[in-house]
Nanobody, 119 residues
Framework: QVQLVESGGGLVQAGGSLRLSCAAS????????VGWFRQAPGKEREFVAG????????YYADSVKGRFTISRDNAKNTVSLQMNSLIPEDTAVYYC????????????WGQGTQVTVSS
């Protein structure tokens, strides 16, 4: 069984930065691509950023491109999301998830961490 634990959320003013972390345990972390998602109140969950198993490919939602950076450290079983130039629209619960290598489905999810950006 895989466990994912996000941390690093909090309250920040617009224009500020936060760094989210996702720690994984229980499986071979490097086998999985990882994604960050977010869900704002009353909205659908949306993809934010993703990174391949070996970190050679990253991809971002248009809304965060140029402001957010995803990275991973397979030796430490962690993935990070550096968020800069935050805007109130970034307010949401942020989740990390592991994508199964065969089905390409995001199967394992963390509990989420709240990010609130004040104007």
């Amino acid at each position: 069984q895989v466990q994912l634990v996000e941390s690093g959320g909090g309250l920040v003013q617009a224009g500020g930065s936060l760094r989210l972390s996702c720690a994984a345990s229980g499986r071979t972390f490097s086998m999985y691509a990882v994604g960050w998602f977010r869900q704002a109140p009353g909205k659908e969950r949306e993809f934010v950023a993703g990174i391949s198993e070996s970190a050679d490919t990253t991809y971002y939602a248009d809304s965060v491109k140029g402001r957010f950076t995803i990275s991973r450290d397979n030796a430490k079983n962690t993935v990070s999301l550096q968020m800069n130039s935050l805007i109130p629209e970034d307010t949401a619960v942020y989740y990390c998830a592991l994508r199964e290598p065969v089905t390409h489905r995001y199967t394992y999810w963390g509990q989420g961490t709240q990010v609130t950006v004040s104007s």
